[in-house]
């Protein structure tokens, strides 16, 4: 929980969007996606996007 907070902090958002933001991470690497290239990356970035506005967790 420490290490989430300091993240939230660090990138400028609440620490319950940080938490939503690390489950939806995982979720993705569980269904396949990763983030080794640029391109990987971008669609990973995407579907987590996607997931967080759809729970209300939006920039």
Same mark, same amino acid.
């Not at 609440?14 to 396949?32: F, K, T």
């Given at each position: 929980?420490?290490?989430?907070?300091?993240?939230?902090? %660090?990138?400028?958002? +609440?620490?319950? #969007? =940080?938490?939503?933001?690390?489950?939806?991470?995982?979720?993705?690497?569980?269904?396949?996606?990763?983030?080794?290239? %640029?391109?990987?990356? +971008?669609?990973? #970035? =995407?579907?987590?996007?996607?997931?967080?506005?759809?729970?209300?967790?939006?920039?």
């Amino acid at each position: 929980m420490r290490r989430a907070e300091e993240q939230a902090e %660090e990138f400028g958002h +609440s620490g319950e #969007r =940080e938490l939503n933001y690390l489950a939806a991470h995982g979720i993705c690497h569980l269904l396949g996606y990763d983030h080794m290239t %640029e391109e990987d990356k +971008s669609v990973m #970035r =995407e579907k987590e996007e996607q997931v967080l506005d759809r729970a209300g967790y939006s920039r």
